[in-house]
């Protein structure tokens, strides 16, 4: 059974951090690109950083670089979103997503965490 399962959200006051985690399980975790996505009340879902299955390459959304990093630890399973200097328009609900490409294509995705800023 598939699962990813995130942390770590919750309220906090503008310029604060936050650290999200995402438990996976279920998958071979390593072959994956993890992502972090999000969506605010009345707004599209939108991509907020990947990271490649090796761990190589990351890449961000215009508007959280240089304040957000994505990182993974394979022995963990585990990836994890650093989200600093956080500024009200970040609050939205972030999901954890993991995809991979073989003769199948193979998406799952975490129930989502909320990330309120505000004071």
């Known amino acids: 059974q598939v699962q990813l399962v995130e942390s770590g959200g919750g309220l906090v006051q503008p310029g604060g951090s936050l650290r999200l985690s995402c438990a996976a399980s279920?998958?071979?975790?390593?072959?994956?690109?993890m992502r972090w996505y999000r969506q605010a009340p009345g707004k599209e879902r939108e991509l907020v950083a990947s990271?490649?299955?090796?761990?190589?390459?990351?890449n961000y959304a215009n508007s959280v670089k240089g304040r957000f990093t994505i990182s993974r630890d394979d022995a963990k399973n585990t990836v994890y979103l650093q989200m600093n200097s956080l500024k009200p328009e970040d609050t939205a609900v972030y999901s954890c997503?993991?995809?991979?490409?073989?003769?199948?294509?193979?998406?799952?995705w975490g129930q989502g965490i909320q990330v309120t800023v505000s004071s």
């Open positions: 997503n993991a995809l991979h490409f073989a003769y199948t294509r193979r998406e799952y």
């Open positions: 279920g998958f071979t975790f390593s072959m994956y690109v």
């Open positions: 990271i490649t299955s090796g761990g190589g390459s990351t």
